[in-house]
């Protein structure tokens, strides 16, 4: 227990670079789990995201889904509406996003009893609690009956990796190294270079497989039918990888995806010219004296 | 140089200030504002009225960011308020920088005669910066030649009523020796009429390209004018848009010319 407690420091702290771990929820307190559906109008996917608390709002689910898959999402109107999420609409919108005509994520709930229900309230003061279904859905129609809902999604199918992986990890006797310690780190192909997508492979195969024998199981059982899951931009399998299981995120759907995390060149220039002009400024006020 | 283009340029520079909220935008601009005081202020109160610019700047900046505390307070609530407050306080120096550049009553002589008086009250209400900065001056000056030694912060009360009451004065005997001179509303004098130099045209022109290359960003969504804090991000921003601040540097740079 102490080795497990020890490798999960490690895994946070590890978590903390951006290198692709999936530490975080591995080690957060275990058993609460919400399902984030998410439909962008072409594509749609289901996430289980592990909650850090009891009870989250609509927004919070969104960060910690950002955390745990790296889902791209941008808030506005002060972080409290969603402008913007896996990178659509592709370019950023701005800080108060909605505009008449224009499509925007549609905020949905309950998925899991039958039917969607929209959303009265804001993402940011909704409740969210173990076992819930949340989704939203990109597209025109300010009201539950014009705005198009996302697939419905069952919970159990989209957490059952989870539940049945963390079952796991309380299983093994002491002395023996868990599954998650065993596991060897899968190299993310052609590392950083080949940006998102690199990072995508080390994010998925991370996630929640944790060992060959394990996914190919899970993935048997578990698999939910394709036409739940619209994936058009799954990757094939390179020699040498490990099966991963069915990748919960298209390729384009991460904050890696978008705009670079590093510094940007603008912003170098930015800097540059701050510095240069008021060099020049701090020159000509202290050469000339005022008559 | 002519205060006209002087005006055009405070015009575009503002615009370009509220339009953005990045700050990779905004610092640049702020530069430009006090490279163009450095360079093109003119002789009198320009020191000290633009710094005290600079500080209700910083005061805005700050006062803004504490409003946090009224709502949910969090990294990204702090600095979306830093930025918005940091938006003020760069409106605030372009303001300062035509302030210390301009003779206040030369932005009179623009005005058609039929608004003349309205004219001369804004150029009143704009020289009313370095104005009581003058005044201030004066009355700290009289307090000490009096012997009255209070500190900075202390004699601020005693400060307030002789500065105020100067003001008072100093406008009506302003008014006074403006209409005795021909400021009124009955003459208009061509005498040494101010002459649109060709560093005004420049000034004007490239502070229009900036002003343009910002609507177009604007209309385009280009280079992330108005930047979200949730989640935290370095800004992506377009190299093109940080030139066209740098370009509203440009009357720093043109020869000056008597005019």
Redesign the interface.
């Known amino acids: 227990m102490k080795r497990r407690g020890l490798f999960c420091v490690a895994l946070l702290v590890g978590g903390l670079f951006p290198t692709g771990f999936a530490a975080p929820s591995a080690c957060a307190s275990e058993g609460d789990h919400a399902v984030l559906v998410i439909d962008d109008g072409s594509s749609d996917f289901a996430l289980c995201v592990q909650l850090n608390a009891p009870v989250v709002s609509g927004l919070e689910l969104i960060?910690l889904a950002?955390d745990q898959y790296d889902l791209q999402?941008?808030?506005?109107y002060?972080?409290r509406a969603v402008?913007q999420l896996a990178n659509v609409p592709t370019?950023?919108?701005?800080?108060?996003c909605f505009e008449q005509g224009k499509p925007f994520w549609g905020y949905w709930r309950d998925g899991d009893s039958g039917d969607w229900t929209w959303s009265g309230t804001g993402a940011a003061t909704t409740e969210v609690r173990d076992g819930d279904v949340e989704g939203w859905s990109f597209g025109e129609g300010n009201s539950g009956e014009t705005h198009p809902p996302p697939p419905l999604e069952d919970f159990d199918a989209a957490c059952a990796d989870h539940l049945a992986t963390e079952k796991q990890d309380e299983d093994p006797p002491d002395g023996q190294p868990g599954p998650d310690e065993e596991r060897p780190e899968p190299d993310p192909t052609g590392g950083a270079e080949e940006g998102g997508r690199g990072r995508e492979q080390g994010d998925r195969s991370a996630e929640p497989a944790h060992g060959p024998e394990l996914s190919d199981e899970r993935r048997l059982d578990s698999a939910p039918e394709p036409s739940e899951f619209d994936d058009p931009l799954a990757r094939p399998v390179e020699p040498g990888d490990e099966p991963s299981p069915q990748p919960s995120l298209p390729a384009g759907a991460t904050s890696a995806d978008a705009?670079?995390?590093?510094?940007?060149?603008?912003?170098i220039?930015?800097?540059v010219?701050?510095?240069a002009?008021?060099g020049?400024?701090?020159y000509?006020?202290t050469k000339r004296k005022?008559? | 140089m002519h205060p006209g283009a002087w005006l055009a340029w405070t015009l575009c520079a503002s615009l370009v200030a509220i339009s953005t909220?990045n700050?990779?935008?905004l610092?640049?601009l702020?530069?430009?504002a006090?490279?163009v005081?450095?360079?093109r202020?003119i002789?009198g109160p320009?020191?000290a009225s633009f710094r005290m610019f600079l500080w209700v700047g910083g005061i805005a900046l700050v006062t803004r960011t504490f409003l946090v505390v009224f709502?949910s307070v969090?990294t990204?609530?702090i600095l979306?308020a830093v930025l918005e407050g940091l938006r003020l306080a760069v409106l605030l120096s372009i303001y300062g920088a035509l302030n210390s550049v301009t003779d206040p009553y030369r932005f009179l002589r623009l005005a058609p005669r039929r608004f003349h008086e309205p004219a001369l009250a804004a150029t009143l209400a704009l020289s009313i910066a370095p104005r009581t900065v003058e005044a201030v001056g004066r009355v700290r000056e009289a307090q000490r030649l009096r012997g009255i030694q209070i500190s900075r912060w202390r004699s601020f009360p005693a400060l307030v009523v002789p500065v105020l009451e100067t003001g008072m004065e100093e406008a009506v005997t302003l008014a006074e020796s403006m209409d005795a001179r021909g400021h009124g509303r009955g003459s208009r004098s061509r005498y040494r009429p101010q002459r649109w130099s060709s560093a005004a045209w420049v000034t004007v022109g490239a502070a229009l390209v900036a002003l343009g290359i910002f609507g177009w960003g604007m209309a385009r969504?280009v280079?992330?004018?108005?930047?979200?804090?949730?989640?935290l991000?370095?800004?992506?921003?377009?190299?093109l848009?940080?030139?066209a601040?740098?370009l509203l540097?440009v009357p720093?740079f043109v020869p000056e010319k008597a005019s």
């Not at chain 1, 999402?73 to 506005?76: A, D, E, N, Q, T």
């Not at chain 2, 004018?225 to 949730?230: G, I, N, P, R």
């Not at chain 2, 991000?233 to 190299?239: D, E, L, V």
């Open positions: 960060e950002g999402y941008r808030f506005g002060g972080g402008c370019t950023p919108p701005p800080d108060e705009e670079p995390q590093e510094f940007p060149a603008a912003g220039l930015a800097i010219a701050t510095i002009m008021a020049v400024a701090a000509l006020l005022s008559t | 909220t700050p990779f935008y610092l640049p702020f530069a430009v006090v490279l005081y450095a360079a202020r002789p320009s020191v709502g969090s990204e609530a979306a969504s280079g992330e004018l108005s930047v979200s804090t949730y989640p991000h370095w800004p992506s921003s377009s190299p848009l940080v030139v601040v740098v540097s720093a």
